[in-house]
């Protein structure tokens, strides 16, 4: 849970503000936006307080891990799992007569 002003890990909002159309399109991204998923709205902060931009930091990010050898596959990878992560985040469980759902 996170408290009123306060963003949840930094990746998530980086990665929204920064994917291209081809990766928007291939992890299913068209239309969300960070207001859109449980991990990054709880808050209502989707802005940096210190005013850094979030495309500048997924690029710093990026280039930092191609300075520590991860090839674009591996990069694009672990954007994926962070697409994932978001996208359970929105997941809700509960019962439905006798069958949990």
């Not at 207001?35 to 979030?54: A, C, E, I, K, W």
């Not at 930092?64 to 090839?71: C, I, K, P, R, S």
């Not at 799992?81 to 759902?101: C, K, S």
Request: charged share 25%; hydrophobic share 40%; net charge negative.
């Amino acid at each position: 849970h996170q408290t009123a002003g306060e963003r949840n890990f930094h990746v998530f909002y980086q990665f929204l503000q920064a994917a291209t159309e081809d990766e928007r399109n291939e992890f299913l991204l068209n239309g969300y936006k960070v207001q859109d998923f449980n991990l990054t709205n709880q808050s209502g902060t989707y802005d940096r307080r210190d005013h850094v931009v979030d495309t500048d930091m997924h690029k710093e990010m990026v280039e930092a891990m191609d300075n520590m050898g991860f090839g674009s596959d591996t990069v694009q990878q672990l954007m994926r799992l962070v697409v994932a992560v978001l996208f359970a985040g929105n997941m809700t469980f509960g019962e439905r007569g006798d069958a949990a759902v």
